[in-house]
């Protein structure tokens, strides 16, 4: 449903696995608990040593795996901008919120979901690859703690 990446006008399918990744995953589901591990791991890491008033950590369920690790920041822009200067790859999965797509905004008239919106205007995640070193994870939090 999107010709443009984040830019839905129709509601569509996200089917992209073909027998190539089929076969691959079905190699890759033997380490899942592992790498769900390493994951949760790292996200412990940022959840300890992140200490910067400019960003708020998220609260996560306690059985969360972390596909993710979303942050906030009121200056996505500059903190966009900080993070490639040094280095640090991030994502922005999610700058609209669905309820605001148009291919779903008619569902969703008159009714406001802040948390939503609010994720998609501050939120960035951090890199959380479950084979991400340790090392790495403690340069990403001393640099976003460095961020003014």
């Known amino acids: 449903g999107s010709e443009k990446k984040y830019y839905h006008d129709i509601v569509g399918v996200n089917s992209r696995l073909d027998t190539i990744q089929a076969l691959i995953l079905s190699k890759k589901i033997n380490n899942l608990d592992k790498y769900n591990l390493s ?58 919120p669905l309820h605001k797509l148009k291919a779903v905004k008619n569902l969703f008239l008159k009714q406001k979901f802040p948390n939503s919106e609010q994720l998609a205007k501050n939120g960035i995640s951090l890199p959380i690859d479950p084979l991400m070193k340790k090392k790495e994870a403690l340069y990403i939090c001393k640099k976003i703690n460095q961020f003014i």
């Open 39 to 96: 994951r949760k791991k790292i996200a412990n890491i940022y959840k300890k040593n992140i200490r910067n008033d400019k960003v708020k950590k998220l609260d996560y369920s306690p059985g969360c795996v972390f596909h993710q690790y979303v942050i906030l920041t009121k200056n996505i822009k500059k903190f966009s901008e900080y993070l490639i200067k040094n280095d640090i790859p991030f994502g922005r999965h999610y700058p609209f």
